[in-house]
């Protein structure tokens, strides 16, 4: 499912015309995306969390020359699932 498809399915169970259902995706993005750059986190219940995993910084290889080379370290944001979408999904 690619954004367009998600968008109409909301559309299609939320009863809203597209239009809106791709304002309420576009602000549920912006406001997950404003939470993690400001250093939180999202938490929805039986669904899972939004958070960010710093990493630190380590060595690295070129696979073409086999150098090391440093890999700085990095913040990167993550999906941790939660227990009522992990069991839907293995039902």
């Known amino acids: 499912m690619n954004k367009t498809e998600l968008i109409a399915a909301i559309a299609v169970k939320a009863d ?18 404003e939470e993690l ?4 986190k999202v938490q929805l219940v039986g669904f899972g969390t ?4 710093d990493r630190k910084a380590r060595e690295g290889r070129n696979p ?11 913040r990167a944001p993550r999906f941790k699932v939660g227990k009522a979408l ?3 999904v293995n039902e």
């Open 16 to 33: 809203m015309s597209k239009k809106d259902s791709e304002k309420v995706l576009k602000a549920f993005e912006d406001v997950i995306t």
């Open 86 to 88: 992990k069991d839907a």
């Open 37 to 40: 750059v400001n250093g939180g």
């Open 50 to 53: 939004f958070d960010v995993a």
């Open 64 to 74: 073409q020359t086999g150098e090391t080379m440093p890999i700085p370290a990095s």
